[in-house]
């Protein structure tokens, strides 16, 4: 009777004799596995980050790219030194506004400030911070003085209701080298969100400006117009990839998280 225990016994270490190598096998193979997958996950979201970057940086050099075709067109610059009647110069500058940053499509709504703020051409109504009297040595103003193109953070509400990010600025000047006055594209936050989805992102994707301030969240606008080393981001470790491209003379740094437990 005792007999098939025996058997027994000698099958069950038979079966754990045989079954060993292949766990030993498939715990090595699932470490290995695993870590490519971290390794994969890394790289794809290296890949990401940076065309976020990239396309942030594009939407800047494109508007840069407007404004300063604005720049040299001669309506704009006849609107601005009022060597024309008014109206018939304020017409044909703003069509050329309309043609360079269409008022229903495209990344930026663009306006054009004579120096005194006395002439205008305007998506809209006047925006508070946009009266130079007040704000002349202010944001992307402020930076005008000193350069003759310039990238500022501005979070406001726009023409259409929807939000800006940031501004590109350029200043106008006349044939003979005096400044009359500012073309601004204030470039669209869903701008910004599309990018980020194209590039394959979300959520948990940010962009920052050179001084830290924060212009754009993925998932959090209420983190928008606060600086990035206050904000709950993590900006190390893994599931982390930064990734910096420069537009319009401005260098933008993209943060981008992974899903949380994409990790795990």
């Known amino acids: 009777m005792r007999r098939p225990r025996y058997f027994r016994r000698i099958f069950a270490l038979f079966l754990a004799a045989a079954m060993a190598p292949a766990a030993g096998v498939s715990v090595v193979y699932t ?6 997958l971290r390794r994969e996950a890394s790289g794809r979201l290296d890949s990401q980050a940076a ?3 990239s396309a942030v940086a594009a939407i800047a050099d494109g508007c840069a790219s407007g404004l300063l075709s604005l720049s040299q067109d001669a309506a704009v610059l006849a609107a601005l030194s009022g060597g024309e009647p008014e109206g018939a110069a304020a017409v044909r500058a703003f069509r050329s506004l309309l043609r ?25 109504n006047p925006a508070p911070d946009r009266d130079l ?19 500022s953070p501005r979070l406001a509400e726009l023409s259409d209701g929807t939000r800006s990010s940031f501004t590109v600025g350029v200043a106008l000047r ?3 080298g005096t400044r009359l006055g500012y073309a601004l594209a204030d470039v669209r936050r869903s701008a910004i ?3 980020a989805a194209a ?12 001084s830290g301030k924060l212009v754009f969240h993925q998932s959090d606008p209420g983190l928008e117009g606060g600086y ?7 900006l190390d470790g893994e599931g982390v990839s930064i990734a910096r491209a420069t537009g319009a003379g401005t260098t933008f740094t993209v943060v981008a998280e992974a899903p949380s437990g994409l990790y795990d």
């Open 100 to 124: 360079a940053f269409p008022r229903d499509s495209g990344p930026a709504e663009a306006s054009v400030l004579s120096l005194n703020g006395g002439r205008a051409l305007l998506v809209g």
């Open 199 to 210: 590039s394959g992102l979300r959520g948990g994707a940010s962009v920052a400006f050179p």
């Open 228 to 234: 990035i080393e206050d904000a709950p981001l993590r």
């Open 193 to 195: 969100a599309a990018a």
């Open 51 to 53: 065309a976020f970057a």
């Open 31 to 36: 470490a290995l596995a695993g870590s490519a």
């Open 174 to 176: 006349g044939p003979d």
């Open 133 to 151: 009297a007040t704000f002349g040595s202010w944001g992307v103003f402020r930076a005008l003085l000193e350069a003759d193109m310039a990238v």
